[in-house]
């Protein structure tokens, strides 16, 4: 097997990778590369962009931008595989966005030419066998997967966490389904912070319980394709006796979670039977309703609000009777003035006096190291980080650390493997 990196080898996002064995290639991933990096532009691979096509597929470990983000660039013919239910997720956003701009409507007629595989359920490609592991991250219904072809056994990480929800079993998975391979290809995204401690998905919910108790109107900007978040706002919510506020898109995509086979019947992605989240009403096509009985309502109750950065959620906010707490739960990045990450809507929708109530959805150091006893690899290559060298210093004492540039390849063999 040969082991191309053809993006990712020094930069966070937009991460491509081939994996080829007897004429066949499997690529993973195919983003758009973050604002702020340095930008590479449009790949060109023979075998994914262009050329003979009929033994090549492109596997997506989940539905974040620079993960699938530019898969409308590639050839019709080209098949794609993700998560069912990543899917579902991701055609609900690109429906809601399509008056937007033509590049969502785009998205959408490829999502329905997707292919979907689902947890623990191997398939297999030209020599590729695919086993797609469930991994806990800020995209719901995320991915990484064992991969063999000719003898050799490689883990792709994709993006993952072991501090959210669902990480519980992480290593039990990867005992059953993966056990010792040869090669791990692997994210690298905190490699700068080792010793950083995320606080638990779990911490952070009850946090947010004392925070909805002590405020009464709590307006929280969070990204609506954070599953994980919605839910644990609306379950913190629940139970500091708030309102719970939502529009028909977000109350959409909460309830793509509940369809999932391996997790819908968590308690979770459950609603309290007596408490649902409160849709809000159009008045007209810029405007959220804004009644009466609304105002009296929240008068006497106060709200958890889940907002975004736009003139309908500005207008219904301001209407709100009494003090209102606004609290940033995505990266801080977006509020860095001078970079291109820099969001001035929702800079400017926040203000100066918001709470910050946030974790990571990749993993810390300590726990990737837990992960690389459980495998063994003969090899690690690092990639979705934007410091391999620091990668090397943190494992390299431990394990074979092999450093590549974007476009260089390695051939994969299985002499070395522990079976």
Not at 56 to 82: F, K, N, Q, V
Not at 298 to 306: D, P, S
Not at 321 to 346: C, D, F, I, R, V
Request: proline content about 3%; some cysteine; aromatic content about 10%.
């Amino acid at each position: 097997m040969n082991i191309k990196i053809h993006r990712g080898t020094h930069q966070i996002g937009g991460c491509v990778t081939e994996y080829s064995c007897q004429g066949w290639h499997l690529f993973v991933d195919y983003g758009e590369e973050l604002p702020g990096t340095p930008q590479k532009g449009a790949l060109k691979v023979e075998g994914l962009t262009h050329g003979d096509l009929s033994k090549s597929a492109l596997l997506i470990t989940h539905y974040h931008g620079d993960h699938i983000g530019r898969i409308t660039e590639l050839p019709e013919e080209l098949p794609i595989y993700m998560g069912k239910v990543g899917r579902e997720v991701q055609l609900t956003f690109e429906d809601h966005m399509k008056r937007v701009g033509e590049v969502h409507q785009k998205m959408l007629n490829r999502l329905e030419t997707i292919n979907t595989f689902e947890a623990g359920k191997k398939f297999t490609f030209g020599p590729f066998t695919i086993m797609p592991i469930t991994v806990d991250h800020s995209a719901f219904d995320a991915y990484a997967f064992k991969i063999i072809a000719n003898g050799v056994k490689v883990f792709h990480t994709g993006d993952f966490r072991t501090h959210g929800f669902r990480s519980g079993k992480f290593e039990k998975l990867i005992t059953k389904f993966v056990g010792r391979v040869d090669y791990v290809v692997c994210e690298g995204t905190n490699v700068r912070r080792p010793n950083a401690t995320n606080e638990k998905e779990q911490s952070l919910q009850t946090q947010l319980v004392a925070d909805f108790k002590e405020h009464k109107n709590n307006i929280v900007y969070v990204s609506s394709t954070n599953i994980d978040r919605l839910y644990a706002l609306y379950h913190a919510a629940l139970r500091a006796g708030r309102p719970f506020y939502v529009d028909d898109y977000q109350e959409r995509i909460m309830e793509v979670a509940q369809k999932d086979p391996l997790w819908g019947k968590s308690g979770l992605y459950q609603y309290d039977k007596k408490y649902k989240p409160m849709v809000l009403k159009y008045e007209n096509d810029r405007r959220f309703l804004m009644n009466d009985n609304c105002k009296d309502f929240l008068e006497k109750k106060g709200c958890v609000l889940i907002a975004r950065a736009n003139d309908r959620f500005d207008g219904f906010i301001e209407r709100i009777p009494g003090e209102k707490q606004k609290y940033l739960s995505m990266w801080e990045g977006y509020l860095k003035e001078g970079t291109e990450a820099y969001n001035s809507k929702l800079a400017k929708a926040l203000g100066k006096d918001y709470l910050y109530r946030h974790t990571s959805g990749h993993c810390d150091m300590q726990s990737m190291r837990k992960l690389f006893s459980l495998l063994h690899p003969s090899e690690i290559i690092p990639i979705h980080t934007d410091s391999p060298d620091d990668f090397e210093k943190l494992f390299g004492h431990d394990w074979k650390i092999k450093l590549l540039n974007d476009g260089e390849s390695i051939i994969a063999n299985s002499e070395k493997s522990a079976e």
